[in-house]
């Protein structure tokens, strides 16, 4: 069974940081994007940033890129984003997901099939 874990959510300030942590368990694929997403109330879900496991290609929204960095350990069976320079507009649950044997963007959250519970980022001004 596949089970995704988050955690590093919290509250910061304009312009601070934060490392956001997905613990990923129970599956064995070879392909598969896992990627990050967020959803704010009243908003639906998008993607921030994908990690693909044919060539470790990432890919970003362009309203994180160059803030945000998406990384993967293999060791620890992990996925991360690092975000910096936090704006308010960045406050959301964000949610880590993997498609789970087949590649797919980040744009169509439906593609991803396995989904964590969410960790809670607040941005105040």
């Known amino acids: 069974q596949v089970q995704l874990v988050e955690s590093g959510g919290g509250s910061v300030q304009t312009g601070g940081s934060l490392r956001l942590s997905c613990a990923a368990s129970g599956y064995t694929y070879s392909r598969y994007t896992m990627g990050w997403f967020r959803q704010a109330p009243g908003k639906e879900r998008e993607g921030v940033a994908g990690?693909?496991?044919?060539?470790?290609?990432?890919v970003y929204a362009a309203s994180v890129q160059g803030r945000f960095t998406i990384s993967r350990d293999y060791a620890k069976n992990a996925l991360y984003l690092q975000m910096s320079n936090l704006k308010p507009e960045d406050t959301a649950m964000y949610y880590c997901a993997t498609s789970g044997g087949v590649f797919a963007p980040i744009s169509r959250p439906s593609s991803f099939t396995y989904w964590g519970q969410g960790t809670q980022v607040t941005v105040s001004s």
């Open positions: 990690f693909y496991s044919n060539n470790s290609s990432t």
